[in-house]
């Protein structure tokens, strides 16, 4: 494992939680205090001393929000708790299960409670890391609020009761109108240096409702999936998602059929075709897309030569590229770079 220096802020809020010290290596909680926590460094992953399952000692996970600026991160396996992670200025990979996510500025990813997981950071250039992290049993809380008659929660506000623990699918999420304003809005607080203990709250409950809505949205999309049973659809949905952030996660590496459809645990004849009737495009024209993107914003963020964008993003051959760029913008690499100085936005759906 490896850590290089890192510098950023850690906002942590909970019922029980409290001011704590920081300096660097652990994390120490006071008992019965309500207020945020702030640091301006991460801790260093390879302390003997700290527990990555428990950042705060004495109460495991409470809420908290990290927003942590590095170049070179390695953390190791460790469980986690529910947690939404993005990253701005760079991407962060994270390994799951075998998988592995890529995380950047046009995506969001959503782990579960109990989760295991370990992430990274390799870049010459600082990358942020900011990440939502809510305490165990808050989910159940929040959605037993939603779901519960107010006689109910009159009589018992405080007991989550059986039946309330919630299952997101984990997959890298494209930023949309729903959950995403909130992550900004909190993004910018926490740079700005103004957040409240009740604010910060406040927005907790709130992420969760518009995750919950996210959700939501999610079992339609399973819905629609060709198969009887809901436990198959919810499989195949997992699945084909899977084999898209492989391909995200991978784009620059040398592809094939098989491999993608492995990344899925399906056949290749079963995948193209679950593939292409759920996205409404193979998985070579998906591949193609992630890659024009990533040319497109290297044209324009760095000074990269054609023929090394060409080939960094994954294609074979710079004819192809140019001819796959202009079909798809309009105007060849090198026109594009010098009609447009600034980054456009341009999202893959």
């Known amino acids: ?33 309500r207020q945020n926590m702030l640091t301006d460094e991460f801790p260093d992953p390879n302390d003997a001393d700290l527990n990555l399952d428990a950042p705060c000692p004495e109460f495991g996970w409470p809420n908290f929000v990290s927003s942590i600026r590095s170049r070179a991160v390695n953390f190791p396996e460790h469980e986690g708790t529910l947690s939404i992670k993005c ?12 998988e592995r996510f890529t995380v950047h500025e046009k995506s969001y990813l959503i782990l579960n409670a109990g989760q295991r997981y370990a992430s990274q950071i390799e870049s010459d250039r600082d990358i942020e890391s900011f990440c939502i992290f809510f305490r165990p049993d808050f989910a159940g809380q929040v959605l037993r609020g939603l779901s519960l008659p107010d006689d109910c929660l009159l009589d018992d506000p405080i007991d989550p009761g059986p039946g309330t623990s919630l299952l997101f699918i984990e997959k890298l999420y494209h930023h949309d109108l729903d959950l995403s304003p909130l992550l900004f809005g909190i993004r910018r607080a926490v740079h700005s240096g103004h957040c409240s203990k009740t604010w910060l709250e406040e927005q907790f409950h709130q992420l969760l409702e518009r995750m919950l809505v996210v959700h939501r949205k999610v079992r339609d999309e399973v819905q629609l999936l060709p198969a009887r049973r809901r436990r198959t659809r919810v499989e195949i949905y997992r699945r084909l998602h899977r084999a898209r ?33 759920v996205f409404h495009e193979t998985p070579h024209q998906y591949l193609t897309r992630i890659r024009i993107e990533q040319a497109r914003h290297l044209l324009l963020t760095t000074q ?25 913008l309009g105007l060849s690499p090198e026109r594009y770079r010098l009609e447009h100085s600034a980054p456009t936005v341009f999202s893959i759906r």
Request: net charge neutral; glycine share 6%.
């Open 1 to 33: 494992m490896s850590f290089s220096a890192t510098r950023g802020r850690l906002l942590c809020y909970g019922n029980r939680y409290a001011d704590p010290s920081f300096d660097g290596r652990s994390l120490s909680v006071a008992k019965h205090k």
């Open 87 to 98: 990253a701005f200025d760079g991407q962060e990979i994270y390994e799951v299960e075998g």
């Open 245 to 277: 952030d492989f391909m995200h996660a991978c784009y620059a590496e040398d592809l094939n059929l098989q491999l993608i459809a492995a990344s899925a645990s399906l056949s290749v004849h079963h995948f193209l075709r679950l593939f292409k009737q």
């Open 304 to 328: 990269l030569s054609i023929s090394s964008i060409c080939f960094d993003v994954g294609f074979e051959s710079l004819s192809s590229f140019s001819w796959l760029f202009k079909k798809r």
